[in-house]
């Protein structure tokens, strides 16, 4: 057992060296346990405890200033770091309707389309709305965009008639086939 000779604390633990109060070194307790046999001498002290952060405030001189603190740091004593300024939002254009329902009806008249005959309607409408999209968007790029969708809707459309096409020819090739024979 270890004692602290200013504030008379006694330690138990071994390992300890110091007061864990004031920063005392400590002194061996012959008194508590006298057939206790000491394997390490107590190591010499090393450094001092520094004094606690109320006792001290850094003080510039009185004919200089302090340097300017870095970025998010402050010598004042409350808040003792500020956090950056948040990033700014970018703002983006309203996408233009008619490139949005170019797009949709495209797809519509691809995938539903192509089962049931509904593309026959839906793909014109989908070009047209896609070139109209296109040059409003031409006309004005600071209020619209949506330039990919209206090249979907218009290519996605004419896809349609071009399967369409092909599947007119096949069956007409294979009536024709099937005719001959």
């Known amino acids: 057992m270890k004692y602290c000779p200013t504030c008379k604390r006694t330690f138990t633990d071994p390992t300890l060296g110091f007061c864990i109060e004031d920063g005392t070194p400590l002194v061996p307790d012959d008194s508590a346990d006298s057939q206790a046999t000491a394997i390490f001498n107590a190591p010499p002290p090393t450094a001092q405890m520094p004094p606690r952060p109320t006792e001290y405030a850094p003080q510039p001189p009185q004919d200089k200033a302090w340097p300017p603190a870095p970025y998010g740091w402050s010598r004042e004593s409350g808040q003792v770091w500020t956090p950056p300024p ?12 008619m490139a949005i329902a170019s797009m949709i009806l495209g797809l519509v008249s691809v995938t539903i389309g192509l089962c049931c005959y509904v593309g026959v309607l839906t793909a014109p409408v989908a070009m047209v709305l896609g070139f109209v999209a296109l040059s409003q968007i031409k006309k004005n790029p600071e209020q619209y965009s949506g330039k990919p969708m209206a090249i979907v809707g218009i290519v996605s459309g004419a896809l349609y008639f071009v399967i369409l096409v092909l599947i007119i020819l096949l069956y007409g090739l294979a009536f024709l086939v099937g005719g001959l024979s």
């Open 86 to 97: 948040p990033p700014t939002i970018r703002e983006s254009k309203p996408q233009s309707g």
